[in-house]
């Protein structure tokens, strides 16, 4: 039974940093033997692409014209980031949330999902259909696979094309996983109509406006909870000693080898 | 499945081939775990990569994982097919879904590598 599910609440930072903070999170896990979580924002507004997309489909896309860019090491889709919870989860291969992708991807939403209830919005992972678009649409958040949280719309019983308000990826490394994962709190004002979806804010019928502080303790008391452990925030920022190193790990993923590799 | 298969425990199998050569690919447990597949990028021939090192990676809707050499030596084939035809991981992982053939530095090497019941066992634990 793991006894602790260590948690770094980081403030904001850019692509870069958020992409080497979550590499080091890996580190850290396999350090523990157990998972671990950072829940983080951005200095601005950024787009972050799969670790596959083509550089060119950004550069095509005109509603993101402008803003940061950053490659994640894990695939999926693009995400605007600016107006969602993004997190990463790091657990060792061995443990058994680390030995198939679906178990922890499920683990995460299947979480969210019973917190977002609770909130009284209509939450559930997506079952695969026939109509489903395909998996090299550019944005993240018009993708659909098995396990992505989708909610119904308000007054409106669910359908197939209800909203995709949560999605996450995977970097499968030699001992550990990295999962990066974002929940869509509302529009994204610094990126064209054409590209901006509603998150929570459209699926929810009593117009709220949504904060991921709150939002993201209460979901992660379940992910604890599910673990058979209890939350133990971290004092420091990932990065920072003990862990160190982030500096030289930011470089590569600002560097223009990486965001252009295909 | 061949018994002369050996696995390494990231899931590539290596084949022992009679020109010397190590055929390469990954286990149906793998491929299935990975769920579907959508890119591969497969390494340039002749590259010369010691056992445990990344050779490519491959994206599934759900992750991005490492391909990893199960034995050193030089890569002298590599299968140009596989990234247009991604299925066929799948439908014959052991065969046409091959991904690359390495010369290896030391034949004996796969020795050190699962057969095929401890990967069994392994994927079952």
Request: aromatic residues 6%; proline residues 8%; negative net charge.
């Amino acid at each position: 039974m793991t006894s602790v599910l260590p948690v770094w609440w980081d403030g904001p930072a850019d692509g870069p940093t958020n992409m080497a903070a979550d590499e080091l999170l890996a580190d850290e896990a396999l350090r523990r033997c157990s998972p671990v979580v950072r829940v983080y924002g951005w200095t601005e507004p950024t787009v972050s692409l799969g670790a596959f997309q083509p550089l060119a489909d950004a550069m095509g896309c005109e509603a993101i014209a402008g803003l940061p860019l950053v490659r994640r090491p894990s695939g999926g889709g693009a995400i605007l980031h600016g107006t969602d919870l993004t997190y990463a989860v790091a657990v060792p291969k061995a443990h058994p949330w680390g030995q198939t992708p679906q178990v922890l991807y499920d683990a995460m939403h299947e979480t969210m999902a019973a917190t977002l209830r609770d909130l009284g919005i209509a939450a559930r992972l997506h079952a695969p259909s026939g109509d489903d678009p395909p998996a090299t649409v550019f944005l993240c958040f018009r993708r659909r696979s098995p396990g992505d949280l989708v909610a119904a719309m308000p007054g409106r019983p669910p359908q197939a094309d209800d909203p995709k308000v949560m999605g996450s990826a995977q970097r499968r490394l030699g001992s550990a996983v990295v999962q990066h994962g974002s929940l869509l709190l509302g529009p994204n004002t610094a990126v064209g109509p054409e590209a901006r979806d509603g998150g929570l804010a459209a699926v929810d019928s009593a117009g709220r406006r949504w904060a991921s502080g709150e939002l993201a303790s209460s979901w992660l008391e379940r992910v604890a909870a599910r673990l058979g452990a209890r939350l133990a925030p971290q004092g420091h920022p990932v990065g920072e000693p003990p862990l160190g190193g982030l500096a030289e790990r930011s470089r590569h993923f600002a560097s223009a080898a990486w965001t252009g590799r295909r | 499945m061949a018994a002369e298969l050996r696995f390494a425990k990231s899931h590539e199998w290596v084949r022992p081939e009679a020109s010397g050569l190590a055929t390469v690919g990954i286990s149906a447990y793998a491929v299935e775990a990975l769920t579907d597949l959508v890119f591969m990028q497969l390494p340039p021939v002749g590259k010369k990569v010691k056992a445990g090192e990344s050779i490519g990676e491959i994206e599934s809707v759900k992750a991005v994982s490492d391909l990893y050499a199960p034995v050193s030596g030089e890569i002298v084939e590599v299968n140009t097919a596989l990234p247009g035809a991604l299925e066929t991981l799948g439908t014959d992982p052991y065969g046409a879904g091959w991904i690359v053939r390495i010369k290896p530095d030391d034949a004996s090497e796969m020795a050190k590598l699962l057969d095929q019941s401890a990967y069994d066992a392994l994927v079952k634990s």
